[in-house]
T-cell receptor, first 112, second 112 residues
Framework: ELKVEQNPLFLSMQEGKNYTIYCNYS?????LYWYRQDPGKSLESLFV?????AVKQEGRLMASLDTKARLSTLHITAAVHDLSATYFCAVDLRQGAQKLVFGQGTRLTINP | GAVVSQHPSWVICKSGTSVKIECRSL??????MFWYRQFPKQSLMLMATSNEGSKATYEQGVEKDKFLINHASLTLSTLTVTSAHPEDSSFYICSAELNEQFFGPGTRLTVL
């Protein structure tokens, strides 16, 4: 059974600081997604990582994928309050049709 | 592009009644759609994979007779929660596949 584990689950940080969210998974996959969810809302796609070594950046967020280590990271640079949200990683099992298994989510709170 | 809608966005019903939720891909055709359930402060759990013109594939532990899925066209999948009970209250999110999954805005179901 595939397990997707995020660390930390809760993160409270100050504006201007840097931090990293980790996503570990237990089986082979070369497709990983990062999503943002605001309270009461659905998912917003942030990054699609499709190969080992993939690195993508958008604004203050940067995501990377190491398929050999079964690890993805979401790095936040110089955090701002608007980035407060819950962040999910999801691993694609690709058993015929696409099948996403989500991590538990990391609830990020950025304080002024 | 790749917009997915859901209707209704929220619904309140009495215990024992049935509720239908629609998921539409607005600007693309989707052979495959997915239904997820999210309880408060938890992650998304895949309920079933909906395939156009064929039976849905349900995840382990999801009652197919309780959660009826119909995918009659390439742009519409419906989820009917039959004989709803308070424990079915949740946030239901659909997605449609076009190389990656695009998520709808979600439907909040409250069963009294």
């Amino acid at each position: 059974e595939l397990k997707v584990e995020q660390n930390p689950l809760f993160l409270s940080m100050q504006e201007g600081k840097n931090y990293t969210i980790y996503c570990n998974y237990s089986t082979t996959s070369d497709r990983l997604y990062w999503y943002r969810q605001d309270p009461g809302k659905s998912l917003e796609s942030l990054f699609v990582l499709l190969s080992n070594g993939a690195v993508k950046q958008e604004g203050r967020l940067m995501a990377s994928l190491d398929t050999k280590a079964r690890l993805s990271t979401l790095h936040i640079t110089a955090a701002v309050h608007d980035l407060s949200a819950t962040y999910f990683c999801a691993v694609d099992l690709r058993q015929g049709a696409q099948k996403l298994v989500f991590g538990q989510g990391t609830r990020l709170t950025i304080n002024p | 592009g790749a917009v997915v809608s859901q209707h209704p966005s929220w619904v309140i019903c009495k215990s024992g009644t049935s509720v239908k939720i629609e998921c539409r891909s607005l600007d693309f055709q989707a052979t495959t759609m997915f239904w997820y359930r999210q309880f408060p402060k938890q992650s998304l759990m895949l309920m079933a994979t909906s395939n156009e013109g064929s039976k849905a594939t349900y995840e382990q532990g999801v009652e197919k007779d309780k959660f009826l899925i119909n995918h009659a066209s390439l742009t519409l999948s419906t989820l009917t929660v039959t004989s709803a009970h308070p424990e079915d209250s949740s946030f239901y999110i659909c997605s449609a596949e076009l190389n990656e999954q695009f998520f709808g805005p979600g439907t909040r179901l409250t069963v009294l």
